[in-house]
Structure formats: structure tokens, C-alpha cells
């Protein structure tokens, strides 16, 4: 049976809820679910700062059901669990500065509003199938490469804290009350959809509109730093086989790549795959030092064993696909 059969098998005719689902991965997801026969409420606060954007549901708008709740609102969660087979739990503050800036805020979404949607789940839909979108952020700066599931957890920020304890709540209401959870440590996901307008949610966005306005992309620090990537489409196939699989309940993943590369070769690839631009490199913001990783790269044995996924779409193709995307979309990213 191939991947999409066996996908489809799972989720056609299924009842899925996705927290944060105007946003980049969220979706992404909704568009796969579309294809794939599901019935979709989203849920999406639309504060501006977060990543929601009315266009990433544009073309799906018939097909899903759209409730503008925070997930911070007890009572909109007691409801809108009611009656899922699955919960892509997406909803979240991704920006590492915000959280420094506003740790009361963060610790608001991260963390006491996860805590009341496993709540929510707990007294109202305990068979309900749970993904959590963890991040590898929570790593901090890496001991030892490749980073495994099994390395220390030293988060360098308030927002890596925060996702920490999103994170091991839901690892908790599985193994306590049974509700049959999982978590993936995402690495640099990137592709159609993603926020690109500021830095908030990634650098590569940011980058992306420098590139495409002719602006040259700055490069922080000595530029040498390593990471790996992931295109939205294999990130989204990973969150559908945890959800659809057994196996997947309780435990925790990494996602993560066969290319690595340094942020200097990554700025002049973009450059080559865009035919034009430039970039510069500066020392990092005061802001930003202290909470640099250095050079992080996952190791994702785990999910490839259990689940069997492992990434498909390679770097280049995948960044020529997004640039691809935001040079027709301008007007609805910018």
C-alpha cells in the first residue's frame, strides 16, 4: 500500500481539530487533510504577532471549518474537542526573543494553555489521538552531534522552557490517563505558507523576502553556524504517521535531515537557486547572542524506525518550490 492509500485509510471521513491552524504547518496540514478526505475545524487566534493569515486557508475556505478562539479560552476548548478522532496541536509563541521580552505571555501559551487543552481533552474526549508540535529548541546548545532523543534538555530561553513543559504534559496525560499522545521535536521547517515578513517565526523567512525584494540577507555571527531543515510537506507527512500510528503514543521525536550546512552556504544556495542577491555578514544583535544555539543537526533514527519516515524533498528543491510560491503571493506575505 503506498503512503497516500494507507493515509487516506486512516483519515477520510475522520474528525480532526488543528490548534493554530491559520498558521504555517497548521496549514499545510489542513490542505493534506483536505486531500485526504477529512472533516477539519481550525481553531486560530489571528493575533497578527503569531503567524495566522487568512490567505494559507484561502484556497480550502469551503472545506474547513474556521472558529477564531485562543486556546487560552477554557471554555472554546471544552467545546471544540467534542466529538474529534485526532488533535494536531500546533497553536504556540514560536518567537525566542518575544519570550525573553514577554516571558508572561509565553508561558500564558506554551504552557498553561496546553495544560488546559489535555484538560479539556481529559474530561471531555479522552479517546481523542494527539500530536504535539515540540521543537528542538528545547536541546539547547548541543553536547554531542547528531542530536538523538536521548541528549539533555538545556533550553537557552524562556520559549524553549515553555515547550518543554508543553511537551512533557503531554506525555504525562498519556502515560497517566491514557490519552494517547505524542510529541515531534521540529527542526527548521520551512516552505509555502510560513511567515515571512519579519524573523518571528524563523530567519529563513525573513530571508526569503530580502532575496526576492533585492535586499541583501544578513547573515548573523560568523555565518559558520550548522543546521538542518525541513521542507512543510515532510514535516506534515510526520505528524500524520504519528497521529495514524500506535506505536507512535507516549513517545517523543525528532525530525531532522541527511543535509546539514552552514547559514553562509545556505545564504549564497538561496542567491544561486534565486539568480540574483547578495548577503552581508554581521555580528549578531546583543539580543540574540546569549540565546544562539551554535551548530545543532538532528538525529532522526527514531521515527524512521518506528513510523518509517524519513525526509524526501531535498534543499534546493524545496527552496526553489517556496521562492517559487512567495514571488506569485507577494501581496499576501508581505
Not at 188 to 217: C, H, S
Request: proline fraction near 4%.
Amino acid at each position: 500500500m503506498d503512503r497516500v492509500t494507507e493515509l487516506r485509510a486512516a483519515f477520510e471521513g475522520s474528525r480532526v481539530l488543528i490548534t493554530g491552524g491559520a498558521g504555517f504547518i497548521g496549514s499545510n496540514l489542513a490542505h493534506a487533510l483536505c486531500e485526504l478526505g477529512a472533516e477539519i475545524t481550525i481553531v486560530d487566534s489571528l493575533i497578527p504577532e503569531y503567524g495566522g493569515n487568512l490567505h494559507n486557508l484561502f484556497a480550502i475556505r469551503d472545506r474547513v471549518r474556521l472558529n477564531i478562539a485562543d486556546v487560552r479560552d477554557e471554555h472554546s476548548m471544552n467545546y471544540l474537542v467534542q466529538g474529534q478522532d485526532y488533535l494536531f496541536n500546533l497553536a504556540g509563541q514560536t518567537s525566542h526573543l518575544d519570550s525573553m521580552r514577554d516571558p508572561y505571555t509565553d508561558l500564558e501559551i506554551n504552557c498553561r494553555s496546553q495544560l488546559s487543552i489535555l484538560e479539556s481533552c481529559r474530561k471531555h474526549n479522552p479517546k481523542i489521538k494527539v500530536v504535539y508540535a515540540s521543537t528542538r529548541q528545547i536541546y539547547g546548545k548541543p553536547d554531542y552531534l547528531p542530536v538523538d532523543e536521548r541528549h539533555l534538555l538545556h533550553p537557552t530561553d524562556v520559549n524553549g522552557i515553555n515547550k518543554m513543559a508543553g511537551e512533557w504534559y503531554h506525555i504525562l496525560y498519556n502515560n497517566v490517563y491514557g490519552i494517547p499522545a505524542c510529541a515531534l521535536r521540529l527542526t527548521n521547517t520551512y516552505g509555502p505558507r510560513m511567515r515571512v515578513k519579519d524573523a518571528r517565526q524563523t530567519f529563513l523567512g525573513i530571508w526569503l523576502k530580502r532575496v526576492i525584494d533585492g535586499e541583501p540577507i544578513q547573515v548573523w555571527g560568523d555565518g559558520l553556524q550548522i543546521r538542518d531543515f525541513t521542507y512543510v510537506d515532510d514535516c506534515v507527512e510526520a505528524l500524520l504517521l504519528a497521529a495514524k500510528e500506535p506505536g507512535a503514543h507516549g513517545q517523543v521525536f525528532n525530525l531532522g535531515s541527511d543535509e546539514t550546512i552552514n547559514l553562509r552556504d545556505l545564504a549564497a544556495l538561496l542567491i544561486e537557486i534565486n539568480g540574483a542577491g547578495s548577503y552581508e555578514i554581521i555580528p549578531f544583535p546583543a539580543d540574540r547572542k546569549p540565546i544562539d544555539i551554535g551548530d545543532y543537526y538532528g538525529d532522526y533514527r527514531l521515527i524512521q524506525g518506528r513510523l518509517g519516515w524519513s525526509p524526501r524533498v531535498r534543499l534546493r528543491e524545496g527552496l526553489a518550490r517556496t521562492l517559487a510560491f512567495y514571488r506569485e503571493r507577494r501581496e499576501h506575505y508581505w
